[in-house]
């Protein structure tokens, strides 16, 4: 595979120059590749918690990012996610099992059961965040500091205008 990826890398910088939009669409699809297989979140099961899957680490992440925004139930992960709420349920419930979650009834509503994150969901998520920088930070390792910070800003600017136009025209689309 580095092989493949050495004589991808090597074409690309003899090709002639570009224009930069189409470029940068041939980098996203590159992109999509790569997470479209999970590698870090692959990377970060093995090297932190091997028993768990990757639908694991979505509902955590899910469960993160909705507790923002207050209480969290099964039927909001479910939406996060795009699954059925039936499997939204048993991965929380075989969270729950390992303590990663815990139900809990709601402070604003008691007939309504929340998930919250343990400690041990904290830790997990913490490491496998740490897990993710160090995989950037070994990407950008021979960057120049100055490249480093421009790009996380335009990145960021890029996804932020990347999202704001597909929810402008995906109205149902939750999270």
Known sequence: MNETLTKT??????DPPMDSVPRIGRTM?????????RLIGRLAIQSVAPD????????LDAVRRAQANGEVTVGAIAEMLRIDPSRASRVVSDM??????????SQ???RRIVVVMTPVGQNLLAEIQAQKLAFVTEVVRDWPQEEIDTFSVLFEK?????EAIFLSRDKDTPG
């Not at 890398?9 to 003899?14: F, I, K, P, V």
């Not at 729950?96 to 009834?105: D, G, I, P, Q, Y």
């Open 29 to 37: 699809t590159r992109m999509r590749m790569m997470t479209g297989r």
């Open 158 to 162: 890029f996804i932020g205008g990347y």
């Open 9 to 14: 890398r090597t074409t690309e910088l003899d």
């Open 52 to 59: 768990l899957e990757l639908s694991h680490l979505d509902v």
């Open 96 to 105: 729950v099992s390992r303590n990663v979650l815990r139900r809990e009834a």
């Open 108 to 110: 604003a509503d008691a």
